[in-house]
């Protein structure tokens, strides 16, 4: 298949998904959603008031009308103003996303690489002492409410309980000492909780390739561990590691930074997402919904772009 | 249920211990909320933050209420909650996944792996949270956003393991005599999945007690009643202050229905040389 087909298959794809995701969202949260006209106008509104409102806000118009209208503003870059402060979307979302790119970057890295080392010496010692002790820890760190850990290391880190280093909650980062103090907590919270995962993912992909005829050859060769292990394993493996980290990626930035940012005060996506939530602000939620969205498309895309450089076989199919 | 399932459950440490801490677990919430033990999470005394005694082993919460009574209520509503979206996402999977390898390239397969597509773009907490919108909130909505999320997992696996056996002898065998393509799958492919279904369960059941917690942390999750999110929730305010009681009643009980779980999940992944879906 040549690969223009292959992009304009791709295209045509992520087109309809972005479709199917904001038809979805919008019918649960504009159709079926609570009406804002009375939230806006307050108590004591006359039928004339009403009727203006609703006719701002797009009331009076059929569903599909709206959703082709919102699609219609979508497409121009316009994600509308939000209901709390009036404030554009595009501008509350441009500023939040550099603040979660910060928090959850550092962890993000730490914690696969921290869970590729343990991957490592656990299949490198399959089924011996070293073994069973990462996949011990692991089934308990898989034991673990990100909420629970959140809370643990803040009691240990940051109250006059524990060690008391760090501020409990906030973001007033100005330089790096600041950052250390107000991303560390949030950090050590999401390697911690993810590294069970990415130790059992590493693991699994490590022994795998242990096990194949080339790792043999190469050992019998007098290939020492670091060289099987870096040159040979992992960058045989490099097509399942590539297609998890890229897909975990909106997942972190959306998912992950919605518990650590409501819980740590930290001005973000996730809090953006979180304070839409709670004061149903839908313009902001569907426009997160939607970025989401086009953030799976992209990186799909990507992730197909990659393994196709970093396996040429799959050029073949 | 399977022999091989149950005879890797007992024959293994893991898969003991696990079990053992689930019916412990359970058993205990049965009595609790049938009144067997008395525990009531709801009675609200003068002692206020008491600490730890012979009479509320975790002291008591802000309320006044025994919060070890709370921790084992919090047990029910994470069996309510994990049962009902198991059973409803590993039932939703397992029809929706034969349906569409059976059909295998088919436009009603493209149709599925479409939704399934699309599903898997919204976070389980923003499609929680619209429906919550939609429905006005609560269990129920939480609840069918857990189940509407998580059957996607088990459909693609179980979606691949149908659309592999298809092609084999059995089937041809069955199709040759004439059997309709519904009696088929129902009776000669989705039992040869019942051991991809059974780990699917344990995953989707500790995805689903995970979701609750920090859904009803957030408030889109359960509003009253007992929950393990929500005395997590009163705990961040507690700990400020010194008050443990609420963090490492829920956290250790959570903990320990969590481990039970994944050993469970794991035990069943090793015993049928299988690598589950996280939901």
């Not at chain 1, 839409?276 to 970025?291: E, F, H």
């Not at chain 2, 399932?5 to 893991?14: D, E, R, S, V, Y």
């Not at chain 2, 999320?149 to 693609?156: G, K, P």
């Given at each position: 298949m040549s690969l223009a087909r292959t992009l304009a298959q791709r295209l045509v794809y992520g087109a309809l998904l972005l479709l199917g995701v904001t038809l979805l969202c919008f019918t649960l949260m504009v159709q079926f959603g609570p009406d804002k006209?009375?939230?806006?106008?307050?108590?004591?509104?006359?039928?004339?008031?009403?009727?203006?409102?609703?006719?701002?806000?797009?009331?009076?118009?059929?569903?599909?009308?709206?959703?082709?209208?919102?699609?219609?503003?979508?497409?121009?870059?316009?994600?509308?103003?939000?209901?709390?402060?009036?404030?554009?979307?595009?501008?509350?979302?441009?500023?939040?996303?550099?603040?979660?790119?910060?928090?959850?970057?550092?962890?993000?890295?730490?914690?696969?690489?921290l869970g590729l080392g343990l991957g490592m010496l656990?299949?490198?010692?399959?089924?011996g002492a070293w073994d069973r002790l990462v996949l011990g820890g692991s089934v308990a760190g898989l034991s673990l409410s990100f909420l629970v850990v959140i809370i643990l290391l803040q009691i240990l880190l940051c109250t006059p309980y524990g060690l008391n280093l760090f501020p409990t909650?906030?973001?007033?980062?100005?330089?790096l000492g600041s950052y250390l103090a107000y991303a560390t907590v949030p950090t050590l919270s999401l390697v911690?909780?993810?590294?069970?995962?990415?130790?059992?993912?590493?693991?699994?992909?490590?022994?795998?390739?242990?096990?194949?005829?080339?790792?043999?050859?190469?050992?019998?060769?007098?290939?020492?561990?670091?060289?099987?292990?870096?040159?040979?394993?992992?960058?045989?493996?490099?097509?399942?590691?590539l297609t998890r980290l890229l897909y975990s990626i909106p997942l972190v930035l959306v998912s992950g930074s919605l518990l650590l940012e409501t819980y740590f005060g930290i001005p973000g996506v996730g809090k953006v997402a979180f304070d839409?939530?709670?004061?149903?602000?839908?313009?902001?939620?569907?426009?997160?919904?939607?970025?989401?969205?086009?953030?799976?498309v992209v990186v799909q895309a990507v992730a197909d772009a990659c393994c196709r450089l970093a396996d040429p076989r799959m050029q073949a199919s | 249920?399977?022999?091989?399932?149950?005879?890797?459950?007992?024959?293994?440490?893991?898969?003991?211990?696990?079990?053992?801490?689930?019916?412990?677990?359970?058993?205990?919430?049965?009595?609790?909320?049938?009144?067997?033990?008395?525990?009531?999470g709801f009675r609200t005394t003068n002692l206020q933050w008491a600490s730890a005694s012979a009479e509320h082993w975790f002291g008591t919460n802000r309320l006044g209420q025994d919060i070890l009574a709370r921790a084992v209520g919090g047990a029910a509503t994470a069996f309510r909650v994990g049962i009902l979206v198991t059973l409803g996402a590993i039932a939703l999977g397992a029809a929706l996944g034969a349906v569409a390898g059976w059909r295998q390239g088919g436009w009603l397969d493209e149709?599925?792996?479409?939704?399934?597509?699309?599903?898997?773009?919204?976070?389980?907490?923003?499609?929680?949270?619209?429906?919550?919108?939609?429905?006005?909130?609560?269990?129920?909505?939480?609840?069918?956003?857990?189940?509407?999320?998580?059957?996607?997992?088990?459909?693609?696996?179980?979606?691949?393991?149908?659309?592999?056996?298809?092609?084999?002898?059995?089937?041809?065998?069955?199709?040759?005599?004439?059997?309709?393509?519904?009696?088929?799958?129902?009776?000669?492919?989705?039992?040869?999945?019942?051991?991809i279904l059974l780990v699917q369960a344990t995953l989707t059941f500790v995805a689903a007690i995970k979701t609750e917690v920090i859904l009803s942390f957030l408030g889109i999750g359960l509003a009253d009643g007992v929950s393990w999110g929500l005395m997590l929730a009163e705990s961040t305010q507690d700990v400020l202050a010194g008050h443990f009681g609420n963090f490492l009643a829920a956290s250790g009980f959570l903990f320990l229905m969590l481990l039970g779980l994944n050993l469970v999940a794991d035990t069943l992944q090793d015993a049928f040389d299988l690598q589950g879906a996280p939901a």
């Open positions: 006209t009375y939230e806006l106008l307050g108590k004591n509104a006359s039928a004339e008031q009403l009727e203006e409102v609703r006719r701002a806000l797009g009331h009076d118009q059929p569903f599909l009308r709206r959703y082709a209208r919102w699609l219609g503003e979508l497409a121009q870059g316009d994600l509308g103003t939000s209901d709390t402060n009036g404030e554009p979307v595009t501008a509350l979302l441009g500023r939040a996303f550099p603040v979660t790119v910060m928090l959850v970057l550092p962890g993000f890295i730490l914690g696969n690489l656990a299949a490198w010692h399959r089924g909650r906030g973001w007033r980062v100005d330089d911690l909780v993810t590294l069970g995962y990415n130790t059992r993912f590493y693991r699994a992909v490590v022994v795998d390739e242990l096990g194949r005829d080339h790792v043999r050859t190469a050992l019998a060769f007098g290939a020492t561990p670091s060289t099987v292990l870096f040159s040979h394993v992992l960058k045989n493996s490099l097509v399942p590691v839409a939530i709670t004061s149903g602000d839908q313009p902001v939620l569907l426009a997160v919904v939607t970025l989401t969205a086009v953030m799976f | 249920m399977n022999a091989r399932a149950l005879q890797a459950l007992w024959g293994t440490a893991a898969g003991r211990t696990g079990l053992g801490l689930l019916l412990l677990l359970g058993m205990l919430a049965l009595a609790a909320a049938s009144g067997w033990l008395p525990l009531d149709a599925l792996q479409y939704v399934m597509g699309v599903i898997d773009s919204i976070p389980i907490y923003l499609l929680a949270a619209a429906l919550a919108f939609a429905l006005g909130g609560g269990e129920s909505a939480m609840i069918l956003a857990m189940t509407g999320s998580f059957w996607v997992a088990t459909a693609r696996l179980v979606r691949a393991e149908v659309a592999r056996l298809r092609a084999r002898e059995f089937v041809l065998s069955a199709q040759a005599i004439g059997l309709p393509a519904p009696l088929i799958v129902v009776r000669h492919l989705l039992p040869n999945t019942v051991h």
